[in-house]
């Protein structure tokens, strides 16, 4: 069956380090988007991106970076510049405009 | 400016009663509005969507909803609640057809009792 997978489930950040979650869709999707869910909010928009070697800033970008080298994945950094990344990350997916398909997300925790 | 307001965090039906998740939205164009739901630990799965095409729009699992302009509003219902249906629920809108352009509301959880 075809989605989005995204690992590990779970990641621990120490000071200073950065950390980079993994998605990988085979959707063949040209769209594929990052975005960060903290309790009580609705998602906000990191990056996203339209087609390969090619991405936006969303929302709440400072602190991240991405990479689309192939069309099937969507790497994100989370940097040490990123000062409070505790949160649940969701990648997601899309054939038109707007997310359509979401991974199960990753939760990120500071140790 | 694009914003959705969900009116209730949390809501609370017994096992075979009418849901109803409120959703009311602002926009400066004709929007295009969503519903998606997210059980824990999980991704979000769209339940339906409102693209300018009939105002009843109906979802999957049972549930549709409303498009209201004179209203600005944007109602999630289902006839008869399942416990399955316990999860949290995100209105959304959007923009035209840029792809940044989506605005989450800040969830309304769902809980449903026997």
């Known amino acids: 069956d075809g989605g989005i997978t995204q690992s590990p489930k779970y990641l621990f950040r120490k000071e200073g380090q950065n950390v980079t979650l993994s998605c990988e869709q085979n959707?063949?999707?040209?769209?594929m988007y990052w975005y960060r869910q903290d309790p009580g909010q609705g998602l906000r928009l990191i990056y996203y991106?339209?087609?390969?070697?090619?991405?936006q800033k969303g929302d709440i970008a400072e602190g991240y970076s991405v990479s689309r080298e192939k069309k099937e994945s969507f790497p994100l950094t989370v940097t040490s510049a990123q000062k409070n990344p505790t949160a649940f990350y969701l990648c997601?997916?899309?054939?038109?405009?707007?997310?359509?398909?979401f991974g199960d997300g990753t939760r990120l925790s500071i140790l | 400016a694009q914003s959705v307001t969900q009116l209730d965090s949390h809501v609370s039906v017994s096992e075979g009663t009418p849901v109803l998740l409120r959703c009311n939205y602002s926009?400066?164009?004709?929007?295009?509005l969503f519903w998606y739901v997210q059980h824990p630990n999980k991704g979000l799965q769209l339940l339906l969507k409102y693209t300018s095409a009939a105002t009843l729009v109906k979802g999957i699992n049972g549930f549709e909803a409303e498009f209201k302009k004179s209203e600005t509003s944007f109602h999630l219902t289902k006839p008869s609640a399942h416990m399955s249906d316990a999860a949290e629920y995100f209105c959304?809108?959007?923009?035209?057809?840029?792809?940044?352009?989506?605005?989450f509301g800040s969830g309304t959880k769902l809980n449903v009792k026997p």
């Open positions: 926009s400066s164009y004709s929007p295009s």
């Open positions: 959707l063949n999707h040209d769209a």
């Open positions: 997601a997916s899309s054939i038109e405009t707007g997310p359509r398909h």
């Open positions: 991106s339209q087609i390969v070697n090619d991405f």
């Open positions: 959304v809108v959007s923009e035209g057809y840029n792809f940044n352009k989506f605005y």
